[in-house]
T-cell receptor, first 115, second 111 residues
Framework: GAVVSQHPSRVICKSGTSVKIECRSLDFQATTMFWYRQFPKQSLMLMAT?????????EQGVEKDKFLINHASLTLSTLTVTSAHPEDSSFYIC???????????FGNGTRLTVT | QQQVKQSPQSLIVQKGGISIINCAYE??????FPWYQQFPGKGPALLIAIRPDVSEKKEGRFTISFNKSAKQFSLHIMDSQPGDSATYFCAASRGYSTLTFGKGTMLLVSP
């Protein structure tokens, strides 16, 4: 089945620093990947849609300059949280589809803690 | 606004019992309704999904019931097991476009 791998699974960083999270589709190519954010005991909130070879599409209220998304290849999308603050602490999850008409598969998430 | 309302927020079921989680949607353009299972510290995993051309879909102990006229769908977990304890999210979309998620149900199956 479709496997989406995320790295790292956990990261702790200091306020003001930047953190990069990688999302890879291991056994398929994904022209589109999606980044979600999830607070404890809450639902998934779509942050942005990552498009290979073009700019990401951000959801309303998501700061594109703070959450930089790069989708440089058909198997890799990265989310960089710039100048992180404690309020950015959250669970970040990426997802992808094998094709346009197929279900969404999620990575295992990255727990970001900003101290 | 497109919404998917999920209930209950939490659920405790005895081992061997039936767990039932309900969702209701507003957008009649939605035609794809998946359920995801999420364990603590993990990403959601697709459990089962249904399209509105059928009223029920069963996969093992998991069944989706769909009521198009009421714009409701539900997940039934038969013979619930402690290993089923997780958070369950319903979702909806038009085709395979952006999913709209419910708020989740924390299920605890007591031994």
């Amino acid at each position: 089945g479709a496997v989406v791998s995320q790295h790292p699974s956990r990261v702790i960083c200091k306020s003001g620093t930047s953190v990069k999270i990688e999302c890879r589709s291991l056994d398929f190519q994904a022209t589109t990947m999606f980044w979600y954010r999830q607070f404890p005991k809450q639902s998934l909130m779509l942050m942005a849609t990552s498009n290979e070879g073009s700019k990401a599409t951000y959801e309303q209220g998501v700061e594109k300059d703070k959450f930089l998304i790069n989708h440089a290849s058909l198997t890799l999308s990265t989310l960089t949280v710039t100048s992180a603050h404690p309020e950015d602490s959250s669970f970040y999850i990426c997802s992808a589809r094998v094709g346009d008409n197929s279900p969404l598969h999620f990575g295992n998430g990255t727990r970001l803690t900003v101290t | 606004q497109q919404q998917v309302k999920q209930s209950p927020q939490s659920l405790i079921v005895q081992k061997g019992g039936i767990s039932i989680i309900n969702c209701a949607y507003e957008n009649t353009a939605f035609d794809y309704f998946p359920w995801y299972q999420q364990f603590p510290g993990k990403g959601p995993a697709l459990l089962i999904a249904i399209r509105p051309d059928v009223s029920e879909k069963k996969e093992g102990r998991f069944t989706i019931s769909f009521n198009k006229s009421a714009k409701q769908f539900s997940l039934h977990i038969m013979d619930s097991q402690p290993g089923d304890s997780a958070t369950y999210f319903c979702a909806a979309s038009r085709g395979y476009s952006t999913l709209t998620f419910g708020k989740g149900t924390m299920l605890l199956v007591s031994p």
